[in-house]
């Protein structure tokens, strides 16, 4: 029988109730001494609930920040040694990373789909798409008014060029 008070000792409400079912006395002990029997458990602090949480939301943040989740630049920077090459999201097959610049465009520039830094100018409601690379002194009525499509690139004297893809 003294076993059977041992046991009654139990927080589990079903070998409580159990128990209280096989015998009276061991039900009665029960009743009398309020700490042998069913107790509600103990509730967590709130900061102890929080912490979990806070820590899951934090490493998916950091996880989807190091993967480009919100990022929304045409271009991405490619460590390479102890220097980034700016490659545009959307290239042609076969432009490797040694083709790409090493500096980011500025605000009136983009990356063409070949890795050239292109910048567009304004003149008499034209628009003018000039190569990083354009040779001095031309005239900007030179430069193409479209901008380069896929396996196309301006060369420095400004005419459009097919490249060959793949």
Not at 110 to 136: H, W
Request: proline share 10%.
């Amino acid at each position: 029988m003294a076993l059977l008070v041992n046991l009654g000792t139990t927080r589990n409400p079903i070998r409580a109730k159990w128990l209280k079912s096989l015998d009276p006395k061991i039900s009665n002990t029960m009743n009398q001494n309020p700490s042998i029997g069913l107790q509600p458990p103990t509730k967590k602090p709130l900061i102890k609930r929080l912490i979990p949480i806070i820590l899951v939301l934090f490493v998916l943040i950091a996880f989807g920040r190091a993967m480009g989740c919100w990022d929304n630049s045409a271009y991405s920077a490619i460590n390479h040694g102890n220097h980034k090459h700016y490659m545009p999201n959307e290239r042609d097959e076969g432009i490797g990373m040694g083709n790409c610049p090493t500096r980011p465009p500025a605000a009136d520039e983009f990356l063409s789909r070949q890795c050239q830094i292109i910048r567009q100018v304004t003149q008499n409601g034209k628009t003018y798409y000039i190569p990083d690379d354009a040779q001095e002194g031309l005239p900007i009525t030179t430069f193409p008014t479209q901008a380069p499509g896929p396996g196309e690139r301006i060369s420095p004297q400004g005419e459009m060029i097919k490249v060959a893809v793949g």
